[in-house]
Each structure stands twice: as structure tokens, then as C-alpha cells.
């Protein structure tokens, strides 16, 4: 039924939850999963100085090997992982990314990251939801994660 599974991450700890769901997939299937992470520079576009952007770039996009990195590392011997960071909007690249020729299904967290990300509760999932060719599954965040980190922001806030 499937073959090629799109799990787009954000690097967050309560968002491998929806990383574990399609592996089980992947293996009921004999599926690929196809990794996505989406770096969204355009919040950064503002700024001044061009060596500045280019410092945030880097960065931005060492995240993004590092989250594609760390579903690689998670997955199960028998499952085949592809991996890609690209730029733009997360829900646009995402549904791009959805296309029926190039992948079957999209699982995604219901939302992502905690502290102050989480004010925008889950509006990336909810647009690729509406927006995307392919099923998409969508799985709820572990609530355990979620409470931990938005605690950590809050000591830090404080």
C-alpha cells in the first residue's frame, strides 16, 4: 500500500513519536521513509548584514543535518531512509515534497516545537493537512516531551 513514507521533522524530541509510527509503517510495508527537514530562513531575511545571513544560513542548515541525521540514526537496520534539508516554507515545501509520484503518505506530529513555537500550535501540520495530495497521518506529540521542554523554557524565561 505504501512505498515511499515523507516524515518531515523539526529536530524535536517529542516529534520522534511521529518518526516511530512510520518506521512501524515502513516495515509493515516495505516502504523507504524520505526524510524532510525545512529550513524557513525567511524570518531572518530582515536582517542587515549579508555576512550575518550567511552565518544563520549555516546554521540553520547544520540543524537541518543534524534533525535528518538523528531520524537516520533511529531507524531500524530493515528500513531504508532518505534524507534532504531544503529552504522555504515548511507547509509549502512539505506539500511540494507530497507529491502522489514521489511518496504515498506524509506522518507528521500533530505540532512541534514547545515555548514560545508553540503559539503557532500546530499550523504547519494543519496546513500540509488541508493543503497535501497524499493521506497524511498525523500523530500527537508525546505529552511527557511537550510539558519537559515547555518547562525548560519557562526556567529559562525566568
Do not use: W
Not at 516524515?7 to 510495508?29: M, N, Q, W
Not at 502522489?100 to 506522518?107: H, Q, S, T
Amino acid at each position: 500500500m505504501y512505498d515511499r513514507i515523507l516524515v518531515p521533522t523539526d529536530g524535536s524530541r517529542e516529534g520522534e513519536r511521529a518518526i516511530e509510527y512510520a518506521f512501524d509503517l515502513a516495515r509493515t510495508h516495505d516502504a523507504t521513509i524520505r526524510t524532510l527537514y525545512v529550513v524557513n530562513a525567511t524570518g531572518y531575511s530582515g536582517l542587515p548584514m549579508e555576512t550575518a545571513l550567511e552565518g544563520i544560513n549555516d546554521a540553520l542548515h547544520g540543524k537541518g543535518r543534524a534533525a535528518v541525521g538523528r531520524v537516520e540514526e533511529l531507524a531500524p537496520d530493515d528500513v531504508t531512509v532518505e534524507s534532504q534539508v531544503r529552504e522555504g516554507a515548511p507547509s509549502r515545501v512539505i506539500v511540494d515534497e507530497a507529491d502522489p509520484d514521489e511518496c504515498d503518505l506524509v506522518v507528521m506530529g500533530t505540532h512541534g516545537r514547545g515555548g514560545i513555537d508553540r503559539l503557532l500550535l500546530g499550523s504547519v501540520t494543519e496546513r500540509v493537512v488541508r493543503d497535501a495530495p497524499v493521506p497524511v497521518l498525523t500523530v500527537q506529540v508525546d505529552p511527557e516531551a511537550v510539558d519537559e521542554e515547555s518547562a525548560q523554557y519557562r526556567l529559562a524565561a525566568e
